[in-house]
């Protein structure tokens, strides 16, 4: 029989996760084990014996018990690079053959930064509810590590750690940020490139949560799937028409929390960590901080104006990074997210408002960002490109 595991790695395991299970105990598993451990005490091995001592039939060893612990922290929680440092264990109940155990797992205590961590273990009679045992299991991950950055050594990637399948004889470009499906969009229309996304919208190839996830998560990430390039479609943001003092504040720090991995990933950068990224592109807009206060979306104005800001001084920072730009693609509305409920007569009269004569398309979009992805244009640093050709009130 085929046992497949689990591989939580250091950033996925978190205090409450939890991993339920059943363990038969037969007489055939208790006298192997006595056989295997050399324990052949009659009080596992002979029935007589047993039952003279008031018991209704051989007992098992306890040690049977540490046998399941160190099944389930080895293949199940935290699974594969889980290493057993110490169990304590009270054992309440004798375990009889034919019994059912039902063993309940759960960290109780998981500190990142040493990689170390707890689980409470639970066992119960699947019969009578009965506890069996309470354990306490102390535990570290030993995660192939590279300057503690979560780069895996050769070979020992998992298939959890890897990129989707595709053409890896491509450039990868990781697309992050909530985009409404503007992501899902641009792996199709950037061909010469293979595209992952973040995005639950864009059907992501990898979860990167920047409000509770670590830094290191997708630094590993970029890491091991020698990402390119970096595309940031939008941040989460609440629309509201006349923010207060304290709604800006709010946005301001919402949206930081949503560029600080760009700012983590360009840190890695300088440091060596992530040979491999080269671009940086995050989405703006063509419309001027004045058209959102008009349409009641005085909040979006302020947060673009907030992402070219960070965006110019991001720039700056990295420029003495050779081959790596940070630039800004901002196009005006797109038929895609938020969007996409405006019908034809919507988007014809805010294209006439535009130099161009009309709203921005997803091939102009990925032209765009293909522009910036080329390797001729790393002289293009700390600039925003303008789809509709201004910006416009």
């Known amino acids: ?127 009578t509810n009965q506890l069996v045992s309470l354990s306490r299991v102390r535990f570290s991950l030993t995660y192939p590590m590279s300057d503690g950055m979560g780069k895996a050594d050769e070979g020992s990637q998992t298939e959890a750690a890897r990129p989707a399948a595709g053409d890896s004889s491509k450039p990868g470009i990781l697309l992050i940020g909530g985009s409404g499906g503007i992501g899902r969009k641009l792996v199709e229309k950037l061909p010469g490139f293979q595209a992952f996304s973040t995005s639950r919208s864009d059907g992501a190839d990898f979860r990167f949560d920047p409000e509770t996830d670590p830094k290191e998560k997708l630094i590993s990430y970029c890491q091991e799937s020698g990402i390119y390039g970096i595309v940031h479609l939008a941040s989460k943001m609440p629309m509201k028409a006349a923010p207060s003092s304290l709604d800006i504040a709010d946005m301001c720090q919402n949206l930081m929390v949503h560029l600080r991995p760009l700012r983590d990933l360009c840190a890695a950068k300088k440091n060596g960590k992530l040979p491999t990224l080269a671009r940086i592109i995050v989405f703006g807009s063509s419309w001027s901080r004045e058209h959102f206060f008009e349409y009641g979306f005085e909040s979006y104005g302020y947060v673009k104006l907030i992402c070219k800001k960070f965006v110019q001084d991001l720039s700056r920072e990295m420029a003495k990074t050779e081959r790596f730009t940070i630039n800004m693609v901002s196009p005006s509305e797109l038929p895609v997210g938020m969007n996409s409920s405006l019908n034809e007569r919507s988007l014809s009269l805010l294209g006439a408002k535009l130099p161009t004569g009309k709203t921005t398309t997803m091939d102009e979009v990925s032209s765009a960002i293909e522009l910036l992805l080329a390797e001729k244009s790393e002289i293009i640093k700390g600039q925003e490109i303008l789809i509709a050709g201004a910006k416009v009130k």
């Not at 080895?74 to 059912?100: H, N, R």
Request: proline content about 5%; glycine content about 8%; some cysteine.
């Open 1 to 127: 029989m085929e046992i497949l595991s689990r591989t939580f790695k250091p950033w996925d395991l978190r205090v409450g996760l939890k991993h339920q299970t059943t363990f038969p105990v037969t007489e055939k598993i208790i006298r192997e084990f006595a056989e295997l451990s050399g324990d052949m005490n009659p009080l596992h091995t002979d029935i007589g014996f047993g039952k003279s001592l008031g018991n209704k039939s051989i007992v098992a060893h306890g040690a049977i018990q540490q046998m399941f612990i160190s099944r389930i922290a080895g293949m199940f929680l935290p699974g594969t690079y889980c290493v057993i440092k110490k169990v304590e264990t009270d054992y309440l109940a004798p375990v009889f053959p034919e019994s059912a155990l039902i063993v309940e797992s759960e960290v109780i205590k998981w500190e990142i930064d040493k990689y170390d961590g707890e689980l409470s273990v639970k066992m119960r009679f699947e019969s």
